[in-house]
């Protein structure tokens, strides 16, 4: 079945610095990636959908530039939290659909970050 | 708006039980519908979907419906087990003014031995 890897997998970093978060498909094209921040104990709420070579659509209340997110290609895409603190500590998921099949959608095993 | 609504949790039963996770939406449109699972420090894996009404999803034992009449899609196990301990997430996706997927709050499932 489809794959989708995030890296790292968690990591632990100081206030102020940045951090880049990557999600790949390994073994399709995705024309769509989606990331998601979880809450301890709560749901996925959807930050951002990126299409490949196009700026991110980003969900009401999400800071774009706080949250970068590029989309270089079909298996690609990156999120860069700028200048984290501590209230970005979260588990963030990144998933993506697989090209022509859009109802689906693959989920990678999610970065735990934490800003100290 | 589009919306997933699940039974809160946590739900406890002993090995062996049967399961029953309560979901229902509201959308406008035909939306698919989902559920997925994520285990303790991992990401969401996909459980089983149905895309259209009366389609019935099933994998690894677990089965869901979708009820277009009674807008529900529960999920139910015959005999769990303790390896089944974990979060249950429904979903739905429409795409509905662009591709969107709604998830339920999750419900968090113990199995005792």
């Known amino acids: 079945g489809a794959v989708v890897s995030q890296h790292p997998s968690w990591v632990i970093c100081k206030s102020g610095t940045s951090v880049k978060i990557e ?3 390994l073994d399709f094209q995705a024309t769509t990636m989606f990331w998601y921040r979880q809450f301890p104990k709560q749901s996925l709420m959807l930050m951002a959908t990126s299409n490949e070579g196009s700026k991110a659509t980003y969900e009401q209340g999400v800071e774009k ?3 970068l997110i590029n989309h270089a290609s079909l298996t690609l895409s990156t999120l860069t939290v700028t200048s984290a603190h501590p209230e970005d500590s979260s588990f963030y998921i990144c998933s993506a659909n697989e090209r022509g099949f859009t109802d689906t959608q693959y989920f990678g095993p999610g970065t735990r970050l934490t800003v100290l | 708006g589009d919306s997933v609504t699940q039974m809160e949790g946590p739900v406890t039963l002993s090995e062996e039980a049967f399961l029953t996770i309560n979901c229902t939406y509201t959308a406008t449109g035909y939306p698919s519908l989902f ?3 994520q285990y ?3 990401g969401l894996q996909l459980l089983l979907k149905a895309t259209k009404a009366d389609d019935k999803g099933s994998n690894k ?3 869901a419906t979708y009820r277009k009449e009674t807008t529900s899609f529960h999920l139910e196990k015959g005999s769990v087990q303790v390896s089944d301990s974990a979060v249950y997430f429904c ?8 591709f969107k997927t709604i998830f339920g ?9």
């Open chain 1, 23 to 25: 999600c790949r498909s």
């Open chain 1, 65 to 67: 530039d706080k949250f």
């Open chain 2, 35 to 37: 559920w997925y699972v």
């Open chain 2, 40 to 42: 303790p420090g991992e």
């Open chain 2, 61 to 63: 034992g677990f089965e």
């Open chain 2, 91 to 98: 979903a739905l996706t429409t795409n509905t003014g662009g």
């Open chain 2, 105 to 113: 709050a999750g419900t968090r499932l113990f199995v005792k031995a």
